[in-house]
Every structure is written in C-alpha cells, then in structure tokens.
C-alpha cells in the first residue's frame, strides 16, 4: 500500500471496507467519523513534534502513549475512552502492530475503568400508573393502542429496542400466550433467542392491538410481517428514532418517565421480587450468564434476603421496622 501524508486514514480506510456488511450502517459510519477524528488528531501531535508517525504500522509505545494521554485530558468520559481504545486496536491488529498492547502494559493508568452500577428499576407504584393509564384509552385510537401495546410488552417481557422492532406478528402466540423472541442484540455472543410468557394483565390490550393493526395495515396497504410495523421503511420494521416517539405518548399520558432499558431492568426485578430463581429469570433476559442479570438488572433486594434467614429461623419479621442511619 502505498500511504498518503495520512497515512492512518489510509489503514483506517482499507480497515473500513473490509467490515462493509459486518457493522450494521450507523455503526460503520460512526466508527469511520471516529477514525477520521483520531487521523486528525495524530497529524496534529505530528506537527507539533510530539509523536514520530502517524502509521499505526510504525507509531511506537511512546507515541501511542501521547495520543492516549492526550484523548484522556479531554476529559472524555469512561464509555468514549474505552471506545477509542476498542476502535484503535482493531486498526493496530489489522496492521499486525503490537505497540497498543504494549503501551497499554506499560502505562496501565491509561486504560479507563468504570464502576458498573446496576441503575434502577420502575417503582411498582409508577408502573401500576401505566398499566392503569392503559385502561382507560380509546380502543378504537390506534396511535395510543400501540403506544401502550408496544411498552407494556417490553415491560411483559423484557424485550430489547431491536426485538421489539424486529419481532414478527408470527412470534405471538395467542393460544399459549408466549412470545418468542427470535431475532436478538447480540445474537451467538451476549444475547440468545428465547421465549417467554406473556403476562395475563395484558393480553386483552394486545388482543385489541392486534385487531387494530389489521385494520391499520388493510387501511394503509401494507403487507408487512413486523408486529409494530412501519409504513415509511423500507422494510416495514421501526427504526430507533420512531420507537422513542412512540414511547413518549406513554411517558406524556402516563406522567411516568422512563427509558426502554428501565422497563427491562423493571421486567427482571419484578420476576425476581416475585420469587423466580436468578437462573430462570437470566435465561428468560436472553442473557449468557446469570452474572449479567445480576450486575446490570436485577439483584435480590436485602429486605427480602432478612425474610429469607428468618424464616428458616422460625421467626417473624418485626412490624413497622425503621432503617437504621
């Protein structure tokens, strides 16, 4: 190859065109705007003398060590840091250069490090407020009728953003009532397809959604598989942005803020406060491990745990116990 002035563009570019098709659109275009930064900011630490190369084929420990250094001072957060060090070792892999790894073992200071915290659940009051707000719309208003449909179920079930999207009328079985949710985020590594039953408080909502969606798709003229279908894609599935808007009719009707992750972490805690074992409750997320679910989702809270060593005790849990301080 022969390199330009840039020549880690020229890498990063070669790089990019090998994993057309393998990152999904948004990603590659995201991924290249960040490469294109870093080429940027590499020809910058050049001119001024502080680093040798721009390659990453020759640029040594200390001038990767310049560029981390210098990406830490601009006060990235954790999350952006550690994607720069992800999308910089797949350029320095694709270049067989080991001056990263190096680099990394010799300044261990460099590598960002978060503390994980397992965010919270809906309040069972809060969510009550959603499902009662459910009851008292219009079934015949086929904008509000999906909004609730389509939230409550990724409460029901702990869907992620890209199953519910993607999930086919043909995965909701009305007989069992079980949803199988096939096409997953992060299928054959951290996600796994699974089914999982569809709890009974909203099965009428669902039953009238689907009615009104056939109603809807006859009326548009749209032969789409989605069980949330879209009449402006191509494909007939929701994109992201459409799927927020669709979410904040609920967050507006209801007066309860949420996020679609919230309503999963909502759709574990609740199982878990309910007595599911942690396994049965991780495979039902779609999770690899039950370390996941723990860690992130849901974790036995500790007042339940206090109920569990009394009993075996043979003892009562007292009354109107305050916390201490």
């Known amino acids: 190859m022969t390199l330009s002035k840039y020549p880690f563009m020229e890498y990063a570019d070669e790089f990019m065109a090998s994993m057309r098709g393998v990152y999904a659109e ?39 060590r310049q560029f981390l250094a210098m ?3 601009m006060d990235l957060s954790t999350t952006e840091m550690q994607k720069e060090i992800i999308y910089l070792r797949a350029i320095f892999d694709f270049c067989e250069s080991k001056s990263l790894d190096a680099c990394l073992r010799k300044y261990p200071l460099l590598i960002p490090h978060r503390k994980e915290a397992r965010l919270p659940s809906i309040d069972e009051t809060e969510y009550a407020k ?12 086929w904008m509000f009728n999906r909004a609730y449909a389509l939230v409550l179920l990724v409460g029901g079930v702990g869907m992620r953003t890209k ?3 993607l999930c086919n009328v043909e995965d909701l079985d009305e007989v069992d009532w079980v949803l199988d949710i096939i096409r997953v985020k992060g299928e054959d590594s951290y996600g796994h397809a699974r089914s999982v039953p569809i709890p009974p408080e909203i099965r009428p909502l669902l039953s009238n959604y689907l ?24 494909d007939g599935y929701l994109v992201g942005n459409t799927l ?22 909502t759709f574990g805690q609740n199982l878990l406060d309910s007595g599911i074992k942690l396994d049965s409750v991780s495979v039902l997320m779609g999770h690899s491990t039950t370390n996941t679910t723990e860690k992130f989702y849901a974790r036995r809270k500790n007042s339940q745990a206090v109920e569990d060593v009394q009993k075996m005790w043979g003892s009562e849990r007292p009354k109107n116990r305050g916390s201490r301080k």
């Open 26 to 64: 948004a990603t590659w275009d995201s991924v290249y705007r960040r490469y294109r930064r870093q080429s940027k900011d590499l020809v910058r630490l050049k001119a001024e003398g502080k680093i040798s190369s721009t390659s990453p084929k020759t640029m040594t420990v200390e001038d990767v």
């Open 163 to 165: 199953e519910v999207r």
């Open 71 to 73: 990406r830490k001072n």
């Open 130 to 141: 959603i499902f009662e707000a459910s009851l008292t719309i219009d079934p015949d208003d």
């Open 211 to 234: 009615r009104l969606r056939g109603l809807w798709a006859e009326e548009m003229d749209l032969d789409s598989k989605a069980l949330f279908p879209s009449s402006h894609s191509e």
């Open 244 to 265: 927020r808007n669709i979410k904040k009719i609920v967050v507006e009707d209801s007066g309860v803020e949420f996020d679609f992750r919230k309503l999963r972490r």
